[in-house]
Nanobody
Framework: QVQLVESGGGLVQAGGSLRLSCVGS????????MGWFRQPPGKEREFVAT????????DYAGSTKGRFTISRDNAKTTVYLQMNSLKPEDTAVYYC????????????????????WGQGTQVTVSS
C-alpha cells in the first residue's frame, strides 16, 4: 500500500501559477502509476492528468492540456502538477491518486482505476 499527502494548494489570481506536490510513502513509489484529479464545488470529481511509473507517458484532460504539466521524481517519491494560466474554473479540491503495482508505460484516466488517494488540497482561483 501507499500513503499519499498533497500540498501546494492556495489562493491565486487568474493567470497565475501553482505547483502541487504529492509525496508517497509506504511502498515502492516507482511501481505506481499516478494521477491528479479534482472536484470543483458542487460537481463530480474529474480527471486532470496521469503519468506512468517512470514518467515516460502522460495524458491530460482537454481542459488542462497545454496549461498543466504532470511530472514525477521517483527518488523523492513525489509527483507534481505544475499549473499555469490558471482560470477561475480551475477552482477545486485537487487529489493525487496511485494505482499499482502496475506495468511500465501504463497510465489511467478513470478515478475507478485508482486504489489509493490523498486527502486533497484546495486550489482557489480568483477572477
Amino acid at each position: 500500500q501507499v500513503q499519499l499527502v498533497e500540498s501546494g494548494g492556495g489562493l491565486v489570481q487568474a493567470g497565475g501559477s501553482l505547483r502541487l506536490s504529492c509525496v508517497g510513502s509506504g511502498d515502492t513509489f516507482s511501481m505506481y502509476a499516478m494521477g491528479w484529479f479534482r472536484q470543483p464545488p458542487g460537481k463530480e470529481r474529474e480527471f486532470v492528468a496521469t503519468i506512468s511509473r517512470v514518467g515516460r507517458k502522460t495524458d491530460y484532460a482537454g481542459s488542462t492540456k497545454g496549461r498543466f504539466t504532470i511530472s514525477r521524481d521517483n527518488a523523492k517519491t513525489t509527483v507534481y502538477l505544475q499549473m499555469n494560466s490558471l482560470k477561475p474554473e480551475d477552482t477545486a479540491v485537487y487529489y493525487c491518486a496511485a494505482r499499482g503495482p502496475t506495468v511500465t508505460g501504463a497510465y489511467y484516466t478513470r478515478d475507478s482505476d485508482y486504489g489509493f488517494w490523498g486527502q486533497g488540497t484546495q486550489v482557489t482561483v480568483s477572477s
